[in-house]
């Protein structure tokens, strides 16, 4: 379909993309991948011809067309999203946005309005339009957009689905997207991935979304250094080969060395090697110095780091029945409990606008309840990361935001100086010294988290963190996060991300009842799922002839009503037990008690909540 060819594009010391050859097939679903800074972006924006190459060619069919979904969120306009969808369109886009408005007129259907709705009804026809608005009203409809409603108005999440309807109602020859799930919840992404699976052009996609990466890669498209390499469709496979691939350049460099210094001891022999019979050897060590000269050394791994949180009590915070709503008509938060303990690592799912954020500064005390309470241990230290980067100052530089006017920082116990503690975080010591407005939305992303690392904490709460950042620094992040021995709170929608941190997930369901969920995003899933597939059947199953006893529901033998009359009383007594314990636990003076007795208190408090556990389990057997 489209072939690069000798492609080469430079904007510093080493070029972006340096002679590329390049070719794409129809069908594909191509995911590009690399460190962010690579040039991932620029081969996108080449590829659409937003920008030119500095040099090669671009060889493709006159009737090819090709969008992009840029990784910038769009201007927040003055339009409505129907119309920015339809600009999409070009040339038709115009007419199609006035016969939208025309219709949309509540009063006024005189005379000159059935006149003019005919006209651009006659318009529409010629350039059998009405294919293309039913196309526009599918994609608004599909990504569920409020159409007639000012994009200006809407959050950068909506922002960012007007931006991919936008794309997607072109229904290009090649659809580039990059990063298309930022922004997006969990409904949308997997929308979106249903859709590109089902997609039958060709794709190609940035993503930083492993769990996308793995369900639409036919395949993985590396860009390192300037250079495009093809890797087969599995992730995993992928890693096993980039791996033997760096240890494999790694020994060849290694050999390519040990000739160059075997070639410069010769040549400081001095008259020997300026012998006439030597000078061929003489050029080749010039060639083996320039070829060194022009090597491209892979640049190290981020390595986050992160002060150890101090021990404080083991209940960090403790919700009980509490409420919450902008308005009295609407509460977005209803009868809410929970305990968060030490060491906890929280996710927060759910749809935008259901309340992800309010409930996380409600646990923050950064809102209060209109309903309940929410108790916090007093010494809890938290540290936000929010997705807008409203913690970073972008007037000053990348040192000050760390460091705010020192030199140093602390971290686990010895001053570092801030270069070298931002060098573990992918900044060179050019870029400490620039203003943070410059760097692009994964460096600054980067630049939050060091930031916020090098605070003193107990409780992290990140909304958002893993937006922008590529795998590499995502997996960093995960390791970091997994071994942090404080409580780590979590909105986000890269579900292999929770499935890998999450202990507890809390999910805003659609029914707009908020659940409560051990283990990551996959399990909430299963559980969610498995009563939908439960009723399924096979389009020609019929349903069976019951018999007497199924009709009927099963009746309680005496001893299981008893119990199940039994067990609200008991429930009451296990989560009083377990509330009176926490309280208990989480005043400060009770960890300077013997580990005996610490360690006997934890034992109890697991006991009853397994036995809490236990008792919910059956009155959900006998009461169903």
């Not at 298309?180 to 249903?194: C, G, R, S, V, Y």
């Not at 409580?487 to 809390?506: G, M, P």
């Not at 009176?580 to 109890?604: G, H, V």
Request: charged content about 30%; overall charge negative; glycine content about 6%.
């Amino acid at each position: 379909m489209l072939t690069l060819k000798n492609i080469y594009f430079s904007v510093g010391e080493f070029p972006l993309l340096d002679h590329v050859n390049f070719e794409i097939l129809p069908k594909e679903r191509i995911a590009l991948i690399g460190r962010n800074g690579e040039g991932k972006s620029t081969l996108l924006r080449i590829l659409s011809q937003a920008i030119p190459a500095d040099s090669g060619e671009i060889l493709k069919p006159a009737y090819l067309k090709i969008s992009r979904l840029a990784q910038e969120l769009p201007e927040s306009l003055e339009i409505t999203v129907y119309e920015m969808v339809a600009q999409g369109l070009q040339d038709l886009s115009d007419i199609l946005v006035q016969y939208h408005q025309l219709l949309s007129q509540t009063d006024g259907h005189d005379e000159a309005w059935m006149h003019q709705v005919n006209i651009l009804q006659q318009q529409i026809d010629q350039r059998d339009g009405w294919q293309i608005q039913q196309r526009i009203e599918r994609v608004i409809h599909d990504l569920a957009l409020p159409e007639n409603m000012k994009v200006s108005a809407l959050s950068g999440g909506w922002r960012r689905r007007v931006a991919l309807a936008q794309a997607l109602v072109q229904e290009p020859d090649i659809l580039l997207l990059d990063e298309p799930t930022n922004h997006l919840d969990l409904d949308a992404i997997q929308w979106l991935e249903k859709m590109l699976l089902n997609y039958p052009k060709t794709i190609i996609f940035i993503t930083h979304d492993r769990a996308l990466l793995r369900k639409l890669a036919t395949r993985i498209v590396e860009l390192d250094r300037g250079k495009l390499t093809t890797y087969p469709p599995d992730y995993d496979t992928y890693l096993e080969r980039k791996e033997q691939a760096l240890e494999e350049e790694a020994r060849h460099n290694a050999l390519f060395d040990k000739k160059l210094s075997d070639e410069e001891q010769w040549i400081r022999q001095g008259v020997k090697a300026r012998r006439t019979r030597n000078e061929g050897r003489v050029r080749a060590l010039k060639a083996l110095r320039e070829e060194r000269s022009q090597r491209r050394v892979i640049k190290e791994k981020p390595k986050f780091e992160i002060n150890d949180p101090f021990q404080g009590g083991k209940t960090i915070i403790q919700a009980e029945h509490i409420s919450f709503g902008y308005s009295p008509e609407k509460l977005l938060i209803e009868d809410f409990t929970f305990t968060i303990q030490r060491g906890d690592k929280i996710a927060i799912v759910g749809q935008n606008g259901t309340g992800k954020t309010t409930l996380i500064k409600l646990l923050c005390g950064m809102l209060t309840p209109t309903q309940g309470s929410v108790k916090a241990s007093p010494t809890n230290q938290i540290a936000f990361f929010d997705q807008n980067r409203d913690h970073l100052n972008k007037e000053e530089t990348v040192m000050a935001n760390v460091a705010e006017g020192d030199d140093t920082i602390e971290i686990q116990g010895k001053k570092k100086h801030v270069i070298g503690y931002l060098g573990d975080f992918l900044f060179s010591p050019s870029k400490c010294r620039s203003l943070a407005k410059i760097l692009s939305g994964g460096e600054q992303n980067r630049l939050l988290l060091a930031k916020l690392f090098a605070r003193p904490a107990n409780v992290l709460v990140l909304d958002e963190p893993t937006n922008d950042l590529d795998i590499e620094s995502l997996t960093v992040l995960e390791d970091l996060l997994l071994n942090y021995q404080g409580t780590v709170i979590i909105i986000s929608h890269d579900r292999e991300f929770i499935d890998n941190i999450a202990t507890h997930t809390i999910a805003f369901e659609d029914s707009g009842k908020i659940s409560i969920n051990v283990g990551g995003y996959s399990d909430w899933l299963a559980r969610k799922t498995v009563p939908l597939e439960k009723k399924k059947k096979t389009p020609d199953q019929k349903p069976a002839q019951k018999t007497p006893s199924e009709k009927k529901p099963h009746k309680l033998s005496f001893n299981e009503q008893r119990e199940l009359d039994a067990l609200p009383e008991a429930i009451e007594k296990l989560e009083t037990k377990i509330h009176d314990l926490q309280l208990k636990m989480s005043e400060p003076e009770f960890y300077a008690k013997p580990k005996a007795e610490i360690e006997t208190a934890n034992k109890a408090l697991q006991d009853l909540q397994e036995a809490l556990h236990k008792a919910y389990a059956r009155w959900e057997v006998l009461s169903g």
